[in-house]
């Protein structure tokens, strides 16, 4: 690693947006330690204290001209359309005139025929195609949690401005150009449906949207235990530790029978078998028997976990009254060094 | 149609022209993975330019070669699948048996020729594949190794297998999702799967990135759980201000009305009423009498109930495209909740040419999505996916310096095969 330790040590990055999209990606970038500066303070106020606190711990604030910053940056992340960045001074052209590199995450596309449509978090998860397999047949489908088009789009922005870092260390092309549009980040993630959607084919029932909200079938549902509810999610490959599991080995005899395997009889045995259990003793028998098993986790479940604490997730911000609070810091654990702490 | 087997048809190189300046032009990926979340990151490797070598058991395919085969009777369903080719356009593919030494010795050779090593097994499965990490960075230290495991590889969950669902509920999104008051709800699609292909995807291209600044490859393990926590880290958060999230449904915690709607074609709109401006606006539109209490979003808060009514009752006399177009003009925000078959025709999406049309042996031409980085003019040119097999004389040749009479051993043994093996589907 280098001697900081820090990936993006030395690399400036204009942050002009504040969606979700652009927050959480410039998190990330500053975590592996990019100079992050935040373009319009009033970006910033638009946050709750729970957002900033998470999204900003480690940026500054841009002082002095945009303009000016944004020319000196590597790179500008933003969420603003075309017509909006040239009207503060940092359209295409010129940035590209400074070799910036310019990261664009929009819900429709940073210029063209949807790029001035209003859209929101519900709006943008409804037009990417995945909300449509979210919810209870017969009911309106229904929105993650979280923002998750943005969410998704954040991750592509993180790549999109290491790929463009890469290229101008290797190709020597300082103004790269990348547009990103939430749209798209979710149509081109749709597991199956996509590309039997895509060619007109007939979808297999159970990909098609909201098969039956959260229990497809007996193997693949969520159950209530003693204190929560548990998830069961076997594939043929898990059905001997699952019946090994369930304590009943002679039931694999029918392991083939499709119309079995997904019944209401079985399902009400899973359930039987699960309800008396808590949490906790349901995950020691999935560990025990390597079974794909889990339950449905609430923060305080996450937080107090010394497994999720061991693979160093964590990072302290400090929060109101000067009080430690843990954020998810690095995407993926390695020795590359991820601080959100600044002097 | 009788389709030729790969060895037939001979190799179809599916690598970007030399002196492409993708990011990735010149850098060559091992894929060990299956399924979705380390084919979707693979995916984007290759997107980016670089060389993607896909290793499949000829005995244990990659299992989405059996799912959206349009006609279950062709010849070699296996290289006729919808979502294999989605996901693994424009890679090379070698199919070989990993438990033979030959090989073991293929894989590790390819290993150490690459930049990057990209698997998402179990931890602890590629080790005994003969790919530690120790044993691969003594012998080559600038390859890097990036494993994507659901949890973890630490004790006390290394062994514990997990799918999109599962890693989701791990994760916490499962709990804070649901209907209104009701009770946590999974979501719809694997949603860890291309999570953690994205994130996957990101830590391969920072070992890149890094490797220019230091020489040296690192090795980086990709949890999903844990990505996925990241994505609700302002939840996390507020829990510990005392401030948890309740399940809402659709509804928004400062912005409203906000929901899904039902349209007289049987399809659902999605709206937001964002500000009190665009209110007015709304409730001109939908025909809702004005009244005080609903000027400010904390009154219409209140009375959310009441207006979902009047809202799906107008909604309903409309076709959703219409309902849409109409809200869009008014500047309220607005979609269809569209599903894939509606982005054929979708005007963004046609514009921005998300699909692209590519030529197959046996399905004819196929529509496959385009890049979603979209680096200026240099966007790769969208190639089907490999056939099984399809690559292994030109990888082990072009790669590994093999001879034809080796290449032809290897094929006899039945160490290398461009059909499945064992009755493998």
């Known amino acids: 690693v280098t001697e900081s330790g820090f990936p993006l040590e030395g690399v400036t990055v204009v942050e002009f947006g504040s969606s979700k999209a652009v927050k959480l990606a410039t998190h990330f970038l500053a975590g592996y330690g990019a100079t992050v500066l935040i373009g319009d303070p009033a970006d910033a106020e638009a946050l709750d204290e729970a957002q900033r606190l998470y999204f900003d711990a480690a940026k500054g604030v841009v002082e002095g001209p945009l303009v000016e910053s944004a020319e000196a940056a590597d790179v500008v992340v933003t969420d603003r359309t075309v017509a ?29 025929v949807g790029a001035d449509w209003p859209a929101s978090e519900l709006t943008q998860f409804a037009s990417g195609g995945q909300m449509a397999s979210l919810g209870d047949r017969g009911r309106e489908p229904l929105q993650a949690y979280g923002n998750q ?57 159970a990909f098609m949207p909201r098969p039956n909200g959260s229990a497809l079938h007996a193997l693949w549902a969520m ?65 025990e028997y390597g079974a794909p098993f889990s339950y449905v986790a609430e923060p305080v ?43 | 149609m009788t389709m030729p087997t790969a060895s037939q048809v001979g190799t179809a190189p599916t690598g970007p022209a030399l002196g492409d300046t993708l990011p990735l032009t010149g850098i060559r990926v091992l894929d060990l993975t299956m399924v979705w979340a380390g084919p979707f990151a693979t995916k984007l490797l290759a997107d980016l330019g670089a060389e993607v070598i896909k290793v499949e058991g000829a005995g244990r395919l990659d299992l989405t070669r059996g799912l959206g085969v349009p006609d279950p009777d062709v010849e070699q369903p296996w290289n006729n699948a919808r979502y294999f080719n989605e996901f693994n356009r ?61 949890y973890s590889s630490h004790a006390g969950e290394d062994k514990l297998p997990g799918y999109g669902p599962n890693v989701e509920e791990m994760s916490g999104i499962t709990h804070f999702t649901g209907y209104l008051g009701e009770a946590p709800h999974k979501l719809g699609i694997s949603y860890g799967d291309p999570v953690a292909g994205l994130g996957g995807a990101a ?19 990709v949890s999903q759980r844990n990505l996925l926590i990241s994505l609700i880290g302002e939840a996390i958060v507020a829990a510990q201000l005392g401030r948890e999230p309740q399940r809402m449904g659709n509804r928004h915690p400062l912005h409203a009305p906000q929901g899904v709607y039902p349209t007289r074609d049987e399809r659902w709109v999605a709206l937001t009423v964002q500000s009190d401006d665009a ?86 031409t196929m529509k496959i999505s385009t890049p979603s980085w979209r680096f200026e003019e240099s966007q790769r040119e969208v190639h089907r996916a490999p056939f099984l097999g399809e690559h292994n004389e030109d990888v082990l040749r072009r790669v590994l310096g093999y001879s034809s009479e080796q290449i032809e051993q290897l094929r006899a043994e039945g160490v290398i095969a461009d059909a499945p093996l064992g009755g493998a589907k």
């Open chain 1, 84 to 112: 909006a960045r040239t009207e503060a001074g940092i359209g295409p052209e010129s940035l590209a005139a400074s070799g910036t590199i310019v990261v664009a995450v929009t819900p429709y596309g940073e210029a063209g």
């Open chain 1, 149 to 205: 088009g943005e969410s998704q789009a954040a991750l592509h922005v993180v790549g999109a401005v290491i790929a463009a870092l890469i290229r101008r260390a290797r190709f020597g092309i300082a103004d790269s150009a990348v547009d990103i549009s939430v749209q798209e980040v979710q149509a081109s993630a749709l597991e199956l449906f996509g590309g039997v959607a895509f060619n007109g084919d007939t979808v297999p029932d």
């Open chain 1, 223 to 287: 159950y209530e235990c003693a204190d929560g509810l548990v998830g069961v999610h076997v594939n043929t490959p898990n059905l001997v530790p699952f019946f090994t599991a369930l304590g009943r080995p002679d039931l694999l005899e029918k392991a083939g029978d499709m119309e079995f395997l997904q019944s209401d009889e079985l399902r009400e045995l899973v359930s039987e078998w699960i309800r008396p259990m808590t949490k906790a003793q349901f995950m020691e028998i999935a560990s």
């Open chain 1, 301 to 343: 479940d996450l937080l107090d976990s010394e497994i999720v604490a061991s693979t160093g997730l964590w990072r302290e911000v400090t929060g109101p009254d000067g009080v430690a609070i843990k954020v998810p810091g690095p995407m993926s654990e390695s020795p590359l060094r991820f601080d959100l702490a600044r002097p």
């Open chain 2, 90 to 150: 424009n890679k090379y593919d070698i199919a070989l048996d990993p438990r033979t030494e030959a090989g073991k010795r293929i894989l590790f050779d390819l290993a150490l020729a690459s930049d990057i090593v990209i698997d998402n097994f179990r931890p602890h499965v590629v080790e005994r594949m003969g790919l530690s990490w120790d044993r691969l960075h003594a012998e080559n230290s600038r390859v890097s190794m990036i494993s994507m495991p659901a």
């Open chain 2, 203 to 221: 830590a391969a291209l920072l070992t890149i990135w890094n490797r220019e600044r230091t020489g040296e490859g690192i090795r980086m393990e």
């Open chain 2, 279 to 364: 209110w007015s606006r709304f409730a001109q539109l939908a025909g809702i009498t004005p009244r005080a209490d609903l000027g400010a979003a904390v009154g219409r808060q209140s009375a959310h109930d009441e207006l979902d009514e009047a809202i799906a009752a107008w909604s309903s006399q409309l076709e959703g495209a219409h309902a849409v177009e109409k809200l869009r003009a008014a500047g309220v925000a607005a979609s269809l909740v569209a599903d894939a078959r509606d982005f054929l025709d979708d005007p963004v999406l046609v514009e921005r040419r998300f699909l692209a049309e590519v030529p197959h042996e046996s399905l004819g």
